[in-house]
């Protein structure tokens, strides 16, 4: 290796500042450690309370064998880890904050490439995000979903069985106590969600971004296979930082394409939309939302995978995983270079789906066209999304009355009053919910349903809101309508009993109001109190709107690794 190492401008020589940092960092490691060998740091988001990255110690542990074995000097440093389940008011909050940190501890310490271990929803977004703006060879190892859950025959899947579950209970079709026993039932091991949520479509788009080997999307936690794929990451990330292959060079337009037609491919997470979109103006590249609807709109439906099928993460790795499905598309996918050196489209085994009940072909997929559509129109100037691979086909074009809750405080306080006026036919609003006035975007779009409708047997409403969803939900939900309400949007201007129309096919919502009616309203924002202080202070300032990607404005683009000046 040479003396131009990155990390050579604080180990190199015999000055006094190289003296300090050597001299803390030996304990055991040897004088050959700092002659100029790559220093790789290991982004770790193990922790106790993302239980869905328990296992990435482990994980850690053989990429330093592989870095070690390469000529390299393997260095963990935990980063801020975003448990999906647990953090209040919901983790989307904390997404560039962890992506901030992960930017700054990179930029700010002597490494010489980069090792994202991601695995639960919004930690692989936030590693990929904060490592791309430092832009150092980079390469991204995901954890895995994991095995199957089943409950009395059935594949019980993470987040879509919860859905599915309470959803019997509120209709009163289930005892409590059955909903209990069903907890462990569905979490059976190590590993993220085992449905196409956000967790699993990540780690798809991670790989069909070209950010990790091929092979890593979907490989179970608990799988040998994946400690295989760890240690060869430990020796190629050395091998890139030889070669100076960075993000700038993998995470172009092209790349991102191939990451929208996967997502469509696979049927999933609508919150891939706000990622890619952050992912997008964080390294420069022209790519709006349109460009997703567009991309993934020819795509057929490949994967039947809960949430948009039946299902789940497990079945899909035996039946070939994200290689089968990647085989199907490939005339349609980009040549875009991936972590390996080599483009996307050649690193496809070309073997075929092992279980077409699982992945389907290019020529009998489930669907022809997928793909997340992209509404526009007078209640959504700035766009809105739908899955429509998980609502239901007859009401993509519905015309029905607005009932509207104002926040989410509304919304519990009165879906289960049975004198709420609320048809199955009716559109449920719900506002208040978007970056800036939740805070944070959370994932109550899917609202559960009124039990009278439930009673009736209806399990489908159409719901819109400025809200997200969870990537294991389903259902005709409109989501990320922008503007949001706290910064304006038409959302606000929304009374009940006002008439909406829904027109996937031909990409519209809109308020059947006119134009003066709405002039004279005044609109209701349904957001929180503001805060004065503290981390809130700045995201609530700070946060763009949804068709942006929902991120911080003063953290797009990229700032390079230099740093001027010295500590000492
Ligand atoms: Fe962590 Fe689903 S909650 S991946
Ligand atoms: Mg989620």
């Given at each position: 290796?040479?003396?131009?190492?990155?990390?050579?401008?604080?180990?190199?020589?015999?000055?006094?500042?190289?003296?300090?940092?050597?001299?803390?960092?030996?304990?055991?490691?040897?004088?050959?450690?700092?002659?100029?060998r790559p220093q790789i740091v290991i982004c770790n988001t193990w922790s106790d309370?993302?239980?869905?990255?328990?296992?990435?110690?482990?994980?850690?542990?053989?990429?330093?064998?592989?870095?070690?074995?390469?000529?390299?000097?393997?260095?963990?440093?935990?980063?801020?880890?975003?448990?999906?389940?647990?953090?209040?008011?919901?983790?989307?909050?904390?997404?560039?904050?962890?992506?901030?940190?992960?930017?700054?501890?990179?930029?700010?310490?002597?490494?010489?490439?980069?090792?994202?271990?991601?695995?639960c929803d919004k930690t692989v977004p936030s590693l990929l995000l904060g490592a791309a703006s430092v832009d150092l060879p980079t390469l991204m190892v995901t954890g895995g979903p994991m095995l199957n859950g089943s409950w009395q025959g059935r594949p019980l899947g993470c987040g879509t069985g919860v859905w599915e579950l309470s959803e019997e209970v509120r209709a009163g079709r289930m005892p409590r106590s059955d909903l209990r026993r069903a907890e462990s039932a569905m979490i059976r091991s190590r590993g993220h969600c085992n449905t196409m949520g956000t967790a699993s479509t990540m780690a798809c788009v991670a790989e069909a971004l070209g950010m990790t080997l091929p092979g890593n999307a979907g490989l179970p936690a608990p799988d040998s296979r994946l400690l295989e794929l760890s240690h060869a990451a430990g020796n190629r990330i050395v091998e890139m930082v030889g070669e100076d292959l960075r993000p700038s060079a993998v995470l172009t337009r092209e790349a991102l394409l191939n990451a929208v037609r996967v997502v469509a491919a696979v049927g999933g997470s609508t919150n891939a939309v706000v990622h890619l979109l952050a992912?997008?103006?964080?390294?420069?590249?022209?790519?709006?939302?349109?460009?997703?609807?567009?991309?993934?709109r020819d795509i057929p439906l490949l994967a039947d995978v809960q949430p948009a099928g039946a299902h789940l993460m497990e079945d899909f790795h035996r039946a070939g995983g994200l290689d089968a499905?990647?085989?199907?598309?490939?005339?349609?996918?980009?040549?875009?270079?991936?972590?390996?050196?080599?483009?996307?489209t050649d690193q496809i085994s070309g073997h075929p789906s092992a279980d077409l009940t699982v992945i389907r072909t290019a020529d009998e997929p489930i669907a022809r066209h997928a793909g997340l559509a992209?509404?526009?129109?007078?209640?959504?100037?700035?766009?809105?999304?739908?899955?429509?691979?998980?609502?239901?086909?007859?009401?993509?074009?519905?015309?029905?009355?607005?009932?509207?809750f104002d926040g989410i405080e509304d919304f519990h306080a009165r879906i289960d009053d049975p004198g709420l006026d609320v048809e199955p036919s009716d559109v449920l609003v719900l506002r208040g919910c978007g970056p800036r006035g939740y805070p944070g975007m959370p994932e109550v779009g899917n609202m559960p349903l009124p039990p009278k409708v439930l009673r009736a047997g209806v399990r489908d409403m159409v719901r819109i809101s400025d809200a997200r969803m969870s990537g294991t939900a389903f259902g005709t939900v409109v989501l990320h309508i922008a503007p949001e309400s706290a910064a304006g949007g038409p959302l606000g201007l929304v009374r009940s009993g006002d008439w909406i129309e829904l027109d996937v096919e031909r990409r519209v919502l809109r308020l059947d109001v006119p134009e003066e009616e709405l002039a004279a309203r005044q609109p209701v924002t349904a957001a929180a109190p503001p805060a004065e202080s503290g981390w809130e202070h700045i995201y609530r300032a700070h946060v763009e709107q949804a068709d942006r990607g929902a991120g911080l404005d003063f953290l797009a683009g990229t700032r390079g690794s230099f740093v001027a000046r010295e500590s000492h």
């Open positions: 290796m040479s003396g131009t190492a990155r990390s050579q401008q604080w180990y190199a020589g015999d000055s006094r500042d190289a003296f300090i940092h050597r001299a803390w960092m030996r304990r055991g490691l040897p004088d050959h450690a700092f002659d100029g309370l993302t239980p869905c990255n328990s296992h990435f110690r482990e994980i850690a542990e053989h990429v330093k064998r592989g870095v070690w074995e390469s000529g390299g000097v393997p260095l963990e440093l935990p980063v801020p880890s975003l448990g999906e389940t647990l953090l209040r008011p919901t983790a989307m909050f904390f997404r560039d904050l962890a992506a901030m940190v992960v930017e700054e501890l990179i930029r700010a310490n002597p490494v010489d490439g980069v090792v994202l271990l991601g695995g992912l997008a103006r964080r390294v420069g590249v022209d790519f709006a939302l349109e460009d997703i609807d567009r991309a993934g499905v990647l085989g199907q598309i490939k005339d349609r996918l980009e040549p875009a270079v991936t972590v390996s050196g080599r483009p996307l992209v509404l526009r129109g007078n209640l959504c100037p700035d766009g809105a999304v739908i899955k429509p691979a998980a609502a239901t086909p007859e009401l993509l074009r519905h015309r029905g009355r607005a009932v509207v």
